[in-house]
């Protein structure tokens, strides 16, 4: 199956700070989801991107789909203590879409210190 | 809106029993997918079901398995348990056959 390679692993930020990280896959996607999970609770939805080059935003996050179509971004500007957690992109199992299931990176954990 | 509600939340089992995990969707959603997360191997897919079939179906053993009621209501079974099955097990809801999937706050399993 599709292998996604999320990057960094952990980040270790100043609250106010903006934060980047990203995600690749092996093979082409036709959709691209964010996820954030707090501890002990599922996943929740942040941003869903559906078309090549597209940049979307939620508050203060930015998603991008790559031109490539083989990654994405995801920006968080201005970091505030809430937005510690675990980020994880994904895409359908079926690279060409539908849903059949996700496939999941392994995320970055976001840890804002004092 | 009430959200994907799984139940139990917490779950203590011994090896060797079996395990049934129950999941209600967002209302109207009619795909229901299961997830196992480990610190080990992350988030990993079960199978995913659609009006009662299922679509598809990851790389698990036999041991475990899924059905979907008419009301799009899911369950998830897992038989003789092994000390590898502890895990936070993840259900989540779609609208349609949308990719888009929404979480509930999971089942923990402990094996013991």
């Known amino acids: 199956g599709q292998q996604l390679n999320q990057s960094p692993q952990s980040m270790f930020i100043q609250e106010g700070e903006d934060v980047s990280m990203n995600c690749t896959s092996s093979?082409?996607?036709?959709?691209w989801l964010w996820y954030k999970q707090d501890p002990g609770e599922g996943p929740v939805l942040l941003i869903a991107?559906?078309?090549?080059?597209e940049l979307t935003s939620n508050g203060r996050l930015t998603a991008q789909f790559g031109i490539t179509r083989k990654d994405s971004f995801l920006n968080i500007s201005a970091s505030i203590p809430s937005d510690v957690g675990i980020y994880f992109c994904?895409?359908?199992?079926?690279?060409?879409?539908?849903?059949?299931?996700?496939?999941f990176g392994k995320g970055t954990h976001l840890i804002i210190q004092p | 809106k009430a959200g994907v509600t799984q139940t139990p939340r917490y779950l203590i089992k011994t090896r060797g029993q079996q395990v049934t995990l129950s999941c209600s969707p967002i209302?109207?959603?009619?795909?229901v997918s299961w997830y196992q997360q480990t610190p080990g191997q992350g988030l990993q897919f079960l199978f995913e079901?659609?009006?009662?079939?299922?679509?598809n179906k990851g790389n698990f053993p036999g041991r475990f398995s899924g059905r979907q009621f008419s009301n799009s209501r899911s369950e998830m079974n897992v038989s003789t348990l092994e000390l590898g099955d502890s895990a936070l097990y993840l259900c989540?809801?779609?609208f349609g056959l949308g990719v888009e999937a929404f979480f509930g706050q999971g089942t923990r399993l402990t094996v013991v």
């Open positions: 989540a809801s779609s």
């Open positions: 093979s082409i996607f036709n959709t």
């Open positions: 991107l559906y078309k090549a080059g």
């Open positions: 994904a895409g359908p199992l079926n690279s060409g879409g539908g849903a059949d299931g996700l496939t």
């Open positions: 209302s109207g959603h009619r795909s």
């Open positions: 079901y659609f009006s009662e079939t299922q679509r």
